[in-house]
């Protein structure tokens, strides 16, 4: 992530150093240099990250598992959704 971002501020990577919110969510430090946000999700062997000028970003990506979708989906989605999937 750091060498992503130093190539996009034009740093070295040792030099981006961030700060976090409430809930653990990494962000540049205030004011964020030229206006550049960030946003990071991992999970098993894949990772997105998504980066932005002047604008707030969110992404979540989730590793595909052969079972346990029905319960997110009861859990998470409208019934027709969860139907559409069934």
């Not at 964020?32 to 998504?50: I, K, M, R, T, Y």
């Not at 980066?51 to 019934?79: H, K, M």
Request: net charge negative; aromatic share 8%; hydrophobic share 35%.
């Amino acid at each position: 992530v750091r060498r992503l971002l130093s190539a996009l501020l034009d740093c070295r990577p040792q030099e981006v150093q961030f700060d976090y919110g409430p809930h653990g969510k990494p962000r540049l430090r205030v004011p964020p240099p030229q206006g550049l946000s960030f946003n990071v999700a991992h999970s098993g062997d894949v990772a997105l990250l998504a980066c932005g000028w002047n604008c707030e970003l969110g992404v979540d990506v989730e590793e595909i598992r052969e079972s346990g979708w029905q319960t997110l989906a009861r859990r998470f989605f409208a019934d027709a959704e969860r139907e559409q999937l069934e």
